[in-house]
């Protein structure tokens, strides 16, 4: 998931940046981009998850009370920047700014998200995991 988010994100920005470089940002067509980018990610996913399934059938789906705290606490953490991110495009939205600026604050949201949620459970997996 944290390569799949990253380099989705990075694809995008790519693009993004590759189209503002005759045109100011916010005036950037984005949206089918990001669209593209969040679907192909979910893609990826799915298709990722299927293949290591398949790699290792022995342990499909078998998971302990370890492996549901670690993916738990994983959830928590990286539902921090949602958080922050509906605030700031709340407060975005209140100020009136472009819906460009709004819209990739959520997605920069919902990638962070991801990235620390996923880091979080890689670490977690990796040094230990300390139940409270």
């Known amino acids: 998931m944290l390569v799949v988010t990253m380099a989705a994100y990075a694809i995008y920005l790519t693009i993004i940046l590759g189209r503002a470089q005759s045109t100011p ?14 679907v192909g990610a979910i893609v990826a996913s799915i298709v990722l998850n299927i293949a290591v399934s398949i790699a290792s059938p022995r342990n499909a789906g078998k998971k302990d009370q370890r492996d549901r705290e670690i993916n ?3 959830e928590y953490i990286g539902q921090i920047f949602v958080i922050i991110g509906a605030t700031a495009a709340l407060g975005m939205a209140m100020l009136k700014l472009d819906y460009f600026w709004i819209a990739n604050a959520i997605y920069l949201a919902f990638v962070l998200s991801s990235i620390l949620g996923s880091a979080t459970k890689i670490i977690a997996y990796r040094r230990g995991f300390q139940s409270w």
């Open 25 to 38: 940002l916010s005036d950037v067509s984005y949206a089918a981009t990001m669209i593209s980018t969040i």
């Open 72 to 74: 738990r606490l994983g």
